[in-house]
């Protein structure tokens, strides 16, 4: 089952929303999270009604599916981020605007109404908080149950409900009808197990899911990649609980490059899909390395194509015999990561024998340790003729020794004799060595 | 004219041709795997073939501006040698690679119980690969094969608009029209099909499903017929869009069943393929 991805219209909120829409749905996302806001839809608007008319066409006309989100900053109060909270004495405005984001939900036919808790005020105690939150959340849960709409519940870092846990305790006491929206950010971010194991926990309550990079610690949303995440098993993980709804991008601090940003997160996460789903196919079955290993540029992309092919093959932990096969049957790209992931010396002799750069830059790299000094001296000379540099040869302060700088030397030779030079790396060594 | 060629043999083609077919519109082409003239006796020299059928075949034709892909099986007239069947096994591997757009040729030589066995086997990598099957029609005893082939594409489960059925002539086309399957033609300078015969044909079952190919191979053919034919299409009164639907959107919509076709008209060739050149003389 492949996940749905969808992408927040928090992170689009210099754009109109249909122009939003425009740009996502182009993009091949198949929904949006849509956040209430003053600008996308405003629940209090005089023209509600017909803002949700239109948007509800503009979906359909751009066959996007769309979940409800409640985070926005100022909507309800223009100086109080966030305010009021179901944890404030005017809660019954938050509960009121979780209401109308209800009926918004419902007429939109979204597949979820998101929400959180809110951050408890100093001067309110714990308890109280609690109280607050399960007297707020039930009047919500059963508003949306008459509507048929999914209450998603989000545990939000610094908030009174900030982990799994924490909504375990909120579902004890509103009851079973509270349902779980998943950040999976957030996990790497403060939960006390990993992010696998957060979202087989989450599985079975889940009805919306957002998506985004973060580190250890930090409640930052960041741009896939640039965070701790590693994504290929998570969504593996998400899959493997029977999660159909969206999987939403949350960045909504990259308005500002909103196109590209959301062009880049869906590459991101098509390749992490096909990696993880890869990776679990091989740990099922270890010879689906020999069809996986050649599909890997098409699965997560020509720059990306080599560290999947070595992580690949690092996970099948091909023999001797299956690695050489693998080689045989590989064209030169998966040569070159059979080279970096498993290599063996008959495998770096072939390689020394290509005239391809990129398999002798390969072949000298740690699988070039058991070739014997003469072969190895080879090498290293042939990679200096074809112009390679000596950076890319492992262990070359230990093993260059007096032959070959010899060997440098009479190349230097020739080299001059013919009018041409001999770069620089190879010049240096070469003196040191001689 | 932009011409897309969905069946030549450019391994035994020269510069030359590369040369005539970019300056006659030629911008891709699909080489179907077949058999080289001569019997192979081993597997080995099946997937050195295959080597150069996604490594120094395409490199030659990026030299020419020209896009290369290729189709992987064993051929049905070496289906009938047990030395040649254990190229089988390693089908796979070769079916993953980036520019294998099907798998072909399959089909009928001889119509013997071996290249039966082998026809269906190879019905079902392309039907577990995501890929379109080539099915080559036998040079005798053609309608009869080319009904008993429809019939194992029928038993397969695969779906015809997958399946091509190649070389066809004006008694067997009638067979294939209506199947849902692709028809394929190969144009060829006396026997087989001429580009008069083509426009004929084209003008009787009409554009849709319809592939025209040369066919090029070590034999004597050329690899232009693609181009006479558009030439006599317009002579009897096709538009150019009819032209360019036949020779070129027609055989992007099969082979693109595989997702991997590349037709990106930016991307720049190699300087080398694998440290080589075409360059005699230089490296």
Same mark, same amino acid.
């Given at each position: 089952?492949?996940?749905?991805?969808?992408?927040?219209?928090?992170?689009?909120?210099?754009?109109?929303?249909?122009?939003?829409?425009?740009?996502?749905?182009?993009?091949?996302?198949?929904?949006?999270?849509?956040?209430?806001?003053?600008?996308?839809?405003?629940?209090?608007?005089?023209?509600?009604?017909?803002?949700?008319?239109?948007?509800?066409?503009?979906?359909?006309?751009?066959?996007?599916?769309?979940?409800?989100?409640?985070?926005?900053?100022?909507?309800?109060?223009?100086?109080?981020?966030?305010?009021?909270?179901?944890?404030?004495?005017?809660?019954?405005?938050?509960?009121?605007?979780?209401?109308? #984001?209800?009926?918004?939900? /419902? $007429?939109?036919? &979204? *597949?979820? %109404?998101?929400?959180? !808790?809110?951050?408890?005020? =100093?001067?309110?105690?714990?308890?109280? #908080?609690?109280?607050?939150? /399960? $007297?707020?959340? &039930? *009047?919500? %849960?059963?508003?949306? !149950?008459?509507?048929?709409? =999914?209450?998603?519940?989000?545990?939000?870092?610094?908030?009174?409900?900030?982990?799994?846990?924490?909504?375990?305790?909120?579902?004890?006491?509103?009851?079973?009808?509270?349902?779980?929206?998943?950040?999976?950010?957030?996990?790497?971010?403060?939960?006390?197990?990993?992010?696998?194991?957060?979202?087989?926990?989450?599985?079975?309550?889940?009805?919306?899911?957002?998506?985004?990079?973060?580190?250890?610690?930090?409640?930052?949303?960041?741009?896939?990649?640039?965070?701790?995440?590693?994504?290929?098993?998570?969504?593996?993980?998400?899959?493997?609980?029977?999660?159909?709804?969206?999987?939403?991008?949350?960045?909504?601090?990259?308005?500002?490059?909103?196109?590209?940003?959301?062009?880049?997160?869906?590459?991101?996460?098509?390749?992490?899909?096909?990696?993880?789903?890869?990776?679990?196919?091989?740990?099922?079955?270890?010879?689906?390395?020999?069809?996986?290993?050649?599909?890997?540029?098409?699965?997560?992309?020509?720059?990306?194509?080599?560290?999947?092919?070595?992580?690949?093959?690092?996970?099948?932990?091909?023999?001797?015999?299956?690695?050489?096969?693998?080689?045989?049957?590989?064209?030169?790209?998966?040569?070159?990561?059979?080279?970096?992931?498993?290599?063996?010396?008959?495998?770096?002799?072939?390689?020394?024998?290509?005239?391809?750069?990129?398999?002798?830059?390969?072949?000298?790299?740690?699988?070039?340790?058991?070739?014997?000094?003469?072969?190895?001296?080879?090498?290293?000379?042939?990679?200096?003729?074809?112009?390679?540099?000596?950076?890319?040869?492992?262990?070359?302060?230990?093993?260059?020794?007096?032959?070959?700088?010899?060997?440098?030397?009479?190349?230097?030779?020739?080299?001059?004799?013919?009018?041409?030079?001999?770069?620089?790396?190879?010049?240096?060594?070469?003196?040191?060595?001689? | 004219?932009?011409?897309?060629?969905?069946?030549?043999?450019?391994?035994?083609?020269?510069?030359?041709?590369?040369?005539?077919?970019?300056?006659?519109?030629?911008?891709?082409?699909?080489?179907?795997?077949?058999?080289?003239?001569?019997?192979?006796?081993?597997?080995?020299?099946?997937?050195?073939?295959?080597?150069?059928?996604?490594?120094?075949?395409?490199?030659?034709?990026?030299?020419?501006?020209?896009?290369?892909?290729?189709?992987?099986?064993?051929?049905?007239?070496?289906?009938?040698?047990?030395?040649?069947?254990?190229?089988?096994?390693?089908?796979?591997?070769?079916?993953?690679?980036?520019?294998?757009?099907?798998?072909?040729?399959?089909?009928?030589?001889?119509?013997?119980?071996?290249?039966?066995?082998?026809?269906?086997?190879?019905?079902?990598?392309?039907?577990?690969?995501?890929?379109?099957?080539?099915?080559?029609?036998?040079?005798?005893?053609?309608?009869?094969?080319?009904?008993?082939?429809?019939?194992?594409?029928?038993?397969?489960?695969?779906?015809?608009?997958?399946?091509?059925?190649?070389?066809?002539?004006?008694?067997?086309?009638?067979?294939?029209?209506?199947?849902?399957?692709?028809?394929?033609?190969?144009?060829?300078?006396?026997?087989?099909?001429?580009?008069?015969?083509?426009?004929?044909?084209?003008?009787?079952?009409?554009?849709?499903?319809?592939?025209?190919?040369?066919?090029?191979?070590?034999?004597?053919?050329?690899?232009?017929?693609?181009?006479?034919?558009?030439?006599?299409?317009?002579?009897?009164?096709?538009?150019?869009?009819?032209?360019?639907?036949?020779?070129?959107?027609?055989?992007?919509?099969?082979?693109?069943?595989?997702?991997?076709?590349?037709?990106?008209?930016?991307?720049?060739?190699?300087?080398?393929?694998?440290?080589?050149?075409?360059?005699?003389?230089?490296?």
């Amino acid at each position: 089952m492949s996940l749905r991805f969808g992408y927040g219209t928090n992170g689009f909120a210099n754009h109109r929303l249909a122009d939003a829409l425009d740009v996502i749905a182009e993009l091949g996302y198949t929904g949006v999270a849509l956040t209430l806001d003053h600008a996308h839809v405003d629940p209090y608007a005089i023209d509600v009604k017909d803002q949700v008319a239109r948007t509800a066409r503009l979906l359909a006309e751009r066959e996007l599916a769309v979940v409800v989100e409640t985070g926005a900053r100022y909507l309800l109060d223009p100086r109080r981020k966030h305010a009021p909270t179901f944890l404030h004495e005017d809660a019954p405005r938050r509960v009121d605007f979780l209401k109308r #984001a209800v009926d918004i939900a /419902a $007429e939109l036919n &979204a *597949e979820a %109404v998101s929400f959180w !808790a809110g951050v408890r005020p =100093a001067h309110v105690s714990a308890d109280v #908080a609690w109280q607050l939150l /399960a $007297e707020g959340c &039930a *009047e919500v %849960v059963a508003y949306a !149950a008459e509507r048929g709409v =999914a209450p998603g519940f989000e545990p939000e870092p610094g908030m009174l409900v900030e982990t799994l846990a924490d909504w375990q305790r909120l579902r004890d006491l509103v009851g079973e009808q509270l349902k779980l929206t998943l950040d999976i950010g957030h996990c790497c971010a403060n939960e006390p197990v990993g992010v696998e194991e957060c979202v087989r926990i989450a599985g079975p309550h889940l009805v919306n899911v957002q998506i985004d990079d973060m580190r250890r610690g930090v409640h930052e949303h960041l741009e896939f990649g640039t965070g701790e995440i590693d994504f290929p098993p998570v969504l593996r993980a998400l899959a493997d609980t029977g999660y159909t709804g969206l999987v939403a991008v949350e960045l909504p601090r990259h308005s500002h490059a909103a196109p590209e940003v959301a062009a880049r997160s869906l590459t991101f996460l098509r390749a992490a899909q096909w990696l993880g789903d890869a990776l679990d196919k091989i740990a099922r079955d270890p010879a689906a390395i020999a069809t996986l290993l050649p599909a890997a540029r098409r699965g997560v992309g020509r720059a990306a194509a080599e560290d999947a092919r070595v992580r690949l093959l690092h996970a099948a932990a091909p023999g001797a015999d299956a690695a050489a096969e693998l080689y045989r049957y590989g064209d030169n790209d998966e040569k070159r990561a059979v080279l970096l992931a498993c290599p063996a010396p008959d495998l770096v002799r072939d390689a020394l024998r290509s005239n391809d750069t990129r398999l002798v830059a390969a072949a000298l790299g740690p699988g070039a340790r058991d070739l014997p000094a003469a072969e190895w001296r080879q090498g290293v000379l042939k990679s200096v003729f074809m112009g390679l540099p000596l950076s890319g040869v492992d262990g070359l302060a230990e093993r260059a020794d007096t032959e070959l700088g010899r060997m440098l030397a009479a190349l230097r030779h020739e080299r001059e004799a013919a009018g041409r030079t001999m770069p620089a790396d190879a010049v240096e060594l070469l003196e040191r060595l001689h | 004219m932009r011409i897309f060629d969905p069946h030549i043999h450019m391994t035994s083609r020269t510069t030359d041709d590369y040369e005539r077919m970019a300056a006659a519109g030629v911008r891709a082409l699909v080489e179907p795997a077949f058999w080289l003239g001569q019997p192979r006796t081993n597997p080995g020299s099946f997937t050195d073939y295959f080597d150069a059928l996604i490594g120094w075949e395409p490199f030659r034709a990026s030299q020419y501006g020209i896009r290369h892909h290729c189709t992987i099986a064993l051929n049905p007239k070496e289906a009938n040698d047990p030395r040649c069947r254990e190229v089988l096994p390693l089908l796979p591997r070769y079916l993953a690679k980036d520019r294998v757009v099907a798998v072909g040729e399959t089909g009928y030589d001889s119509m013997t119980a071996e290249e039966d066995e082998v026809f269906a086997v190879q019905l079902q990598l392309a039907r577990e690969h995501g890929l379109p099957a080539l099915v080559h029609t036998p040079h005798r005893d053609k309608v009869t094969g080319t009904r008993r082939s429809l019939d194992v594409v029928k038993e397969s489960g695969i779906d015809p608009g997958m399946v091509v059925l190649d070389h066809l002539n004006e008694p067997t086309v009638g067979e294939v029209a209506g199947t849902g399957c692709w028809m394929g033609f190969s144009i060829y300078p006396d026997t087989k099909m001429s580009p008069e015969r083509m426009v004929a044909i084209l003008r009787e079952y009409g554009l849709e499903r319809m592939l025209v190919n040369s066919a090029a191979d070590w034999g004597k053919s050329d690899p232009l017929l693609t181009l006479r034919t558009g030439e006599a299409m317009l002579a009897a009164g096709f538009s150019a869009d009819d032209v360019d639907r036949v020779l070129w959107r027609n055989p992007v919509e099969f082979y693109g069943q595989s997702g991997r076709l590349d037709l990106d008209e930016d991307a720049a060739a190699e300087a080398t393929f694998a440290g080589n050149s075409i360059l005699r003389g230089g490296s």
